[in-house]
């Protein structure tokens, strides 16, 4: 199982970044992607997700209007867009593959995004 996050780097604030996530290993359809970021000296916290069997999805309040999730389920492949960004949005991003029936999860290895001028 692996979960390749890929995307990030440093950006000005107000920029843009597209985050990538692809999959191998599992059956990406059975499982909700979703994506955390983590600041230093802060706890991980939740981005947003995207659900399994319809796509549907749902944000953090902080990222709400700014922040898009999408998968392409033929590339076994979650996105994070990332528009307006704050300074306050520097962090490292985690993907997650959460089983939609079972407690079972993958974490990728993070990518780290750094809003600054």
């Known amino acids: 199982v692996q979960l390749v996050e890929s995307g990030g780097g440093l950006v000005q604030p107000g920029g843009s970044l597209r985050l990538s996530c692809a999959a191998s290993?599992?059956?990406?359809?059975?499982?909700?992607m979703s994506w955390y970021r983590q600041a230093p000296g802060k706890e991980r916290e939740l981005v947003g997700a995207?659900?399994?069997?319809?796509?549907?999805?749902n944000y953090a309040d902080s990222v709400k209007g700014r922040f898009t999730i999408s998968r392409d389920n033929a590339k076994n492949t979650v996105y994070l867009e990332m528009n307006s960004l704050k300074p306050e949005d520097t962090a490292v991003y985690y993907c997650?593959?959460?089983?939609?029936?079972?407690?079972?999860?993958?974490w990728g290895q993070g990518t780290q995004v750094t809003v600054s001028s």
């Open positions: 997650k593959a959460t089983h939609q029936w079972s407690p079972l999860s993958y």
């Open positions: 995207s659900n399994s069997a319809d796509g549907s999805t």
């Open positions: 290993g599992f059956t990406f359809t059975t499982y909700a």
